[in-house]
Each structure stands twice: as structure tokens, then as C-alpha cells.
């Protein structure tokens, strides 16, 4: 005789269903990947190289050229912000779309502008022979962080006699002023002073202890000051809003005055 087992019934309900799972819904299965190295993010360029361009195309427009490829090593991104560019070199973003024109007419940049979701969006292609050398050779390594604390804080024109000395570590031991105007397009012996004294003033070029001459220095992390003040400038439209804020009480006191002068005539 066979003893016949039925299963007894639960009466626990049955799961629901999860109504997130629908007919269109993509299943992902996550690769391993590897362990990221640790250490600097660097960007490979020529000075030299770079300092052609800015002879050719413009000291201002040169340095963005290395503003882009910088942001674009460490954000590993394919867009980028244009108030991140026009806040990092301390103008406006018109300013920022000139130097790109001027970069389209010397044929070292061409760029579209296209219409996404109602916001324009510009698709930027790097072309310039000229460039290409310049992010090809590996005659040096700079730290990609320098054009986001040092670059903003330090100013356009400061940065690049900073390039300057870096670039004559390597192939110009010893140099003049006059060399350093006409390299990065100076307009006298004092204005090049005067950025001498910025360098060495916040400890980017020292005093050799044994020779004459002077020693460059890699910048020091930005102390908590400039950090708020890095975030003060990445704000946008905050500047703008700031210098309506001092026109409109600029405006009031004047009207306050002339009333005073009127009620006392």
C-alpha cells in the first residue's frame, strides 16, 4: 500500500510581486574593475610649445587651451561648464567665448553650438597642429589641481611668468627680463617686476641660498582663507550680483546727498 503525500497548503500569502520589474526593464550585471592608482592626476605639455602659441594666438587664449585639457584630465568628462572656465581665469563667460572665436579664426579650435532640451550647448574640437605638439610631448608633468587653486588665486598673467620659470628649469638656466617680457607678451621691465614680486611674495620663486639668481618653488596648498574665497568666485552670477548690489547703494547715497543738499539750500 503507497502512502500518498499531499503538501499541506501555507497559509501564508504569496509574495507580491515587485511592480518595479516591468516588461521593459533592464537587468545590470556590474563588472569587477580595477583597483584606481592612487597619486597626483598630471597633464604632459610642452612649455615650450606653449609659449609659441602664446606668441602666435595671445597669452590669455594659450592658457585656456591649458585650462580645457587640465578640467577635462581631472573631471574625465566629456562637457564642460563654461562659468568653470570663466571663474578659474577671473572674466566673464563672454570673455571666455572671444578667446574662443579668436582661437577658431587662428584654426587651433572649431566649435559648433547646438540646441539640447532648450539650453545651447557648444561641442569644442581641438584641431591646431600647434596643440596637438603641445599635449604630445612629455617634456613636463603639471599637476592638473594647479589651474583650479593656484590659476584662480594667483591671476592669468601671474600664472603664466609662473609657466615661464618652469619652462626655464629645463631650457633656459639662465635668463634676462627682457627675455621674460617678450616671452609672455609683458608690456614693460616693471610690469614684469611687479608679477616678481607676486611669485615671490606668496613663496613660488625663492631667493638661491648660495647663488645669485632665483629658485622655483611648487605652490603650497591653499590655506582655509583662499579656500572660501575659491568658493566665494565659483558661485555664479555672484559677482555680477555683487557689483549691482554696490551700484544700487552706490545710487541711494547719491540720491540721500542731493536730498540733504536740497533740504539745507
Not at 603641445?134 to 603639471?142: D, I, P, T
Not at 618652469?166 to 617680457?181: F, G, I, K, M, Q
Not at 607676486?198 to 629658485?215: F, I, N, S, W
Request: hydrophobic share 45%; proline share 6%; with cysteine.
Amino acid at each position: 500500500m503507497l502512502d500518498l503525500l499531499f503538501p499541506e497548503r501555507s497559509n501564508a500569502p504569496h509574495p507580491r510581486p515587485d511592480h518595479a520589474l516591468q516588461d521593459d526593464t533592464r537587468l545590470e550585471f556590474p563588472v569587477p574593475g580595477r583597483e584606481p592608482p592612487e597619486g597626483l592626476l598630471l597633464m604632459k605639455a610642452d612649455l615650450a610649445v606653449f609659449f609659441t602659441i602664446v606668441d602666435r594666438v595671445g597669452r590669455d587664449e594659450a592658457l585656456l587651451l591649458l585650462l580645457i585639457r587640465a578640467l577635462r584630465i581631472r573631471d574625465r568628462l566629456l562637457e564642460l561648464r563654461l562659468n568653470d572656465l570663466a571663474w578659474m581665469l577671473r572674466v566673464s563667460n563672454r570673455r571666455v567665448i572671444s578667446w574662443l572665436d579668436h582661437l577658431v579664426r587662428e584654426r587651433h579650435v572649431v566649435y559648433t553650438v547646438r540646441d539640447f532640451h532648450g539650453l545651447p550647448r557648444v561641442r569644442v574640437e581641438i584641431v591646431g597642429t600647434d596643440v596637438l605638439k603641445l599635449f604630445e610631448s612629455n617634456v613636463y608633468e603639471l599637476p592638473t589641481h594647479w589651474f583650479e587653486t593656484v590659476l584662480p588665486l594667483l591671476g592669468r598673467t601671474s600664472f603664466t611668468v609662473y609657466l615661464y620659470f618652469l619652462s626655464c628649469e629645463r631650457h633656459r638656466p639662465y635668463t634676462h627680463v627682457d627675455h621674460l617680457v617678450a616671452t609672455v607678451k609683458l608690456t614693460s621691465r616693471a610690469h614684469a617686476r611687479w608679477h616678481l614680486r607676486r611669485l615671490q611674495k606668496r613663496a613660488l620663486l625663492k631667493r638661491h641660498p648660495e647663488q645669485q639668481g632665483l629658485v622655483v618653488v611648487d605652490p603650497a596648498p591653499p590655506t582655509r582663507a583662499e579656500r572660501v574665497q575659491l568658493r566665494y568666485l565659483a558661485v555664479p552670477f555672484l559677482r555680477r550680483w555683487l557689483v549691482h548690489v554696490a551700484l544700487l547703494a552706490a545710487t541711494a547715497l547719491l540720491l540721500l546727498v542731493v536730498l540733504a543738499l536740497l533740504s539745507s539750500s
